[in-house]
């Protein structure tokens, strides 16, 4: 048995061996929650749990079907699945083979899948559903790599006029049989390709091997003490290394229980029904939550207003006190009036258990931290990419800055430097970028140290590290002052007003913006200027544009001077995945919106 139910990464040895291991120690304890679509007519019953050893047979059933198609060690295979156990199943089946697992994203654009299957000569695609087929039909019948495509929920009679290369998951899978066998892989394999979404160029396929995944993996655990009675409630794509590594792999290694979310329009009711105690998001959700909260308080009371106010800044007040950064305050005690008839209800959203939040991915606007931490939430803030496997750092629960990405996770080097760019080396840094030498070594350098990208300084005091800008995402005005956008534009997405910013100034003399405006808020705007707000010409409006900016002021006050922005391009149109002005991560991809919006822009600086 592992010592406090914990699995090492020298027991394991591999992803698939750890897996193995769980399946052999904890046989009989449920691993994973699941909703069954046909079972919803009793909602409490439709949730179904799965063993370890039930997950056992599922992948040794899927690893008899894998080896059937006859593919060899090395070969790649992707998943373009929403998060579920068959996901794991088809993982670690296709890890305890010795096959690489290339993950796609359900929301990604077909082209951009099409250029994923050819790079990596995908042999075997696993997809969710006929929908998804749909979508992919065209860019799949010619790829010369592809061998076979499983749909997973389509039933066979709906694919009677597609080739032999099409089948439906119940044609294909044997009956149950034995479970999944103990591979023995070498830690150094690789394991996964996973294509970062880039804002420019294409993507590139980031090679992680399995040691890369377990030498983050273990720490992880230690550092947010995770435990095996924990229960994770899993909503980030499992396409996401973030998810992956830390609501996937960690679970196992720990033993502790994962829920599957159905939907992230779903996700506050399943919050509250599976009740989970850990959660691992990227800043959106809690920005979500958030601008709700705003909206909510603005229609409300000034008292209820007030009152909100007071139990964050108690609650915030308190945290310092803890951290042992402040003295106790005699306003300290009235957090357990206000816990009970403020922060209470809050944290009943997230189902009232949550002791901890984890986030990661991009900065989280430093006033969404403080409001949840003020009502009583643990969120720690990490720092990391997917070449890092992804975690580099993070606020330990003891020693939380939500400003910072904390301190550098254990066994791993952090240094300045030049541009103060931070660097990290890390048993997690990647082994490459897949078929592109040239981008390995420009971002590996000989002495092994991974650069970033990102701008960085550490506290000489704390130690804590704080990211201050990006290499190449910085605004260069006509007067030499440089901006970085991306804190501006995350403090104002957080305003119930906008859905999405992007920050204007370069070559310039003063700072615009182009801002996708939250359609029910402009209805409102419209309605109070006396205009129609079906018509999309009064976006253009002078007087709506001033009542923009002017709110503006307010959004950003607690920036210096130069982050003014005095004047704007408005509109309705989302910017999502589907249109390509959104990553599938939902990073914004600059030069689409500056090409899009090009007429708008010269003419904002005319």
Known sequence: MPQNNTITPEQAGTLDGLFYERTMYSADNVAYIQYNKQKNQDKNKAWEETTWNEMAILVGQWQKAITNENLESGDRV???????????????????????????????????????LNDAAIKLLIIQDISQWGRLRE????????????????????????????????????????????????????????????TTGKPKGVMLSHYNILSIVSPSARGLKIKADDLFLSFLPMSHTFERSLGYYLTVMVGCRVAFARSIQALADDLVTIKPSLLISVPRIYERVYAKIESSLLKGSPITRALFKLTVQVGWNRFLYKQKRARICLSCLLWPILKRIVADKVMQKFGGNLR???????????????????????????????????????????????????????????????????????????????????ATAQAIDPEGWFHSGDQARIDEKTGHIYITGRLKDILIMSNGEKIPPTDIENTIVIDPLFEHALLLGEGQAYLGAVLVLNSEEWVHIAQKNNLDPFDKENLQNKAVANQIVRHLRTVLHDFPGYAKIRKVVLTLDPWTVENDILTPTLKVKRPKVLKLFEKEIKALYS
């Not at 998060?83 to 359900?106: R, T």
């Not at 010369?144 to 006029?161: G, M, P, Q, Y």
């Not at 969120?379 to 629960?397: D, H, M």
């Open 356 to 438: 901890l939040a984890a986030t990661g991915g991009a900065a989280i606007p430093f006033p969404v931290a403080k409001t949840f931490i003020g009502l009583g939430l643990t969120l720690i803030q990490g720092y990391g990419l997917t070449e890092t496997s992804p975690v580099a750092t993070f606020n330990r629960i003891e020693n939380n800055d939500p400003r910072s990405i904390g301190h550098a996770l254990e066994g791993i080097e952090l240094k300045i430097g030049d541009s103060d760019e931070l660097l990290i080396k890390s048993p997690g840094v990647m082994m490459g970028y897949w078929n592109n030498h040239a």
């Open 78 to 116: 992707a998943i373009l699945m929403k998060n579920c156990k068959e996901w794991i199943a088809v993982d670690q089946a296709a890890l305890g083979l010795g096959l690489v697992v290339v993950p796609l994203y359900l929301e990604d654009r077909p082209d951009n899948i099409a250029y994923i």
């Open 139 to 198: 860019i799949c019948t010619d790829n010369a790599f592809l061998k076979r495509v499983i749909l997973v929920d389509t039933t066979s009679d709906k694919l009677e006029n597609e080739t032999d290369k099409v089948t439906s998951v119940q044609q294909w899978l044997p009956e149950p049989g034995p479970v999944l066998h103990k591979r023995n892989g070498e830690p150094s394999d690789l394991a996964t390709i996973v294509y970062t979404s880039g």
